[in-house]
């Protein structure tokens, strides 16, 4: 059981990894969990991983990634969508208050993130006992879970100062952005006719 905990770790990991190398976030990260699956490369590549329960997991897993990415994006955005939501002078100045406030609370959480890998390594390097290497695998998670929640925070903050048709018309504009990603139609966010 111990080793199903620790490879759902280690997956977890891995996706959100990939979903924050898409974004251009925690580099670092990648070289530590490169040394870890070194580690337990075999037991990465075992039956578990190719059937049933660890493909569901690993999807659910990104899906949970991509969401909370989806709240970062909306912060950074917002505040910017001033002419396609027809924001009033206040409720920008209210976003980008918003959106700066998360910026310096990104900032600390950043930083804690790169201590918190850089210790990872050490004690990669340092063929430490798997319970340290899990304990903080599990310290670095969850900063990454606070820093994700208060971007989720402050989205909830932003669409409140927003109108109910705003609110609508943000999630249209929101969908056909999806829709074109995932047909891979380039973003025409702001030209719309």
């Known amino acids: 059981m ?26 670092d990260m990648q070289m530590g969990m490169k040394k870890h699956g070194e580690m337990h490369g075999a037991e990465m590549r075992g039956g578990m991983m190719r059937g049933g329960m660890m493909d569901g997991m690993h999807h659910e897993m990104m899906m949970g990634c991509a969401s909370m990415q989806k709240s970062m994006i909306m912060v950074n955005l917002l505040p910017e969508m001033d002419e396609q939501l027809s924001l009033s002078e206040d409720q920008t100045e209210q976003l980008i208050d918003l959106r700066s406030e998360f910026k310096k609370q990104q900032v600390d959480y950043q930083a804690e993130l790169t201590k918190r890998n850089k210790k990872l390594r050490a004690l990669i390097n340092d063929n430490a006992p798997v319970d340290e290497i899990k304990n903080q695998m599990k310290a670095w998670a969850d900063t990454r879970i606070d820093m994700h929640a208060a971007a989720y925070q402050a989205e909830r903050e932003m669409k409140a100062l927003l109108t109910d048709e705003q609110n609508q018309e943000l999630e249209v504009i929101m969908e056909e952005h999806d829709g074109m990603l995932k047909k891979g139609i380039p973003d025409t966010r702001g030209r719309r006719g």
């Open 2 to 27: 111990k080793k199903i905990a620790l490879i759902a770790t280690c997956v977890f990991f891995i996706a959100c990894l990939t979903a924050g190398a898409q974004t251009g976030q925690q580099p």
